[in-house]
């Protein structure tokens, strides 16, 4: 059974773990590197574990089945537009994608930031990466027309997407 849990200063290294198999599988659905992030020491990891386990702005999801990770996608919120937020870092273990792990994911995502009062989530997704574009607009998400260079690769292109999160009547 799949569990979704948040990242905690306990689980810095154990997100580390995740990240580096994420960056080493999928390179062009990141921004950042193995190379970059095999580096980083591990203070940077309790860092990054510290800022996504509080309940400031920012959240860090892992996918777990066992002890096992099999997903990760976190949330930054935008601290230039109000109730807008990005979904970053998605990415699930092959053996588990198109098994559910991810929607789940984007879900806790959602609804962490409809706690928040957040409306919107946007996306940064690579063209090459025509599955991952499926699977948002499969969750709702859709392209914004707002595109910008990768900047790891020149010849590829990133494109926004964006999800409106509807309120719900209470």
Not at 20 to 28: E, I, K, V
Request: aromatic share 8%; glycine share 8%; with cysteine.
């Amino acid at each position: 059974m799949i569990e979704i849990k948040r990242i905690t200063p306990e689980t810095a290294f154990v997100f580390k773990e995740a990240r580096l198999r994420a960056l080493a599988d999928s390179p062009t659905a990141f921004s950042s590197t193995y190379a970059r992030e095999s580096q980083f020491p591990d203070e940077e990891w309790r860092r990054r574990a510290e800022r996504c386990s509080d309940d400031g702005k920012d959240a860090m999801f892992m996918a777990f089945e066992g002890g096992a990770v099999c997903g990760i996608a976190g949330t930054l919120r935008d601290t230039q537009i109000a109730g807008r937020a990005q979904l970053v870092s998605m990415w699930v273990d092959p053996a588990y994608r198109r098994a559910g792990v991810g929607r789940m994911l984007v879900h806790a995502v959602v609804e962490w930031n409809r706690d928040r009062d957040v409306r919107e989530i946007v996306l940064m997704v690579t063209d090459v990466n025509e599955g991952a574009i499926a699977f948002y607009e499969r969750l709702g998400f859709v392209k914004t027309g707002l595109t910008e260079q990768y900047p790891n690769d020149t010849a590829i292109v990133e494109h926004e997407m964006m999800l409106r999160i509807p309120l719900i009547a209470g």
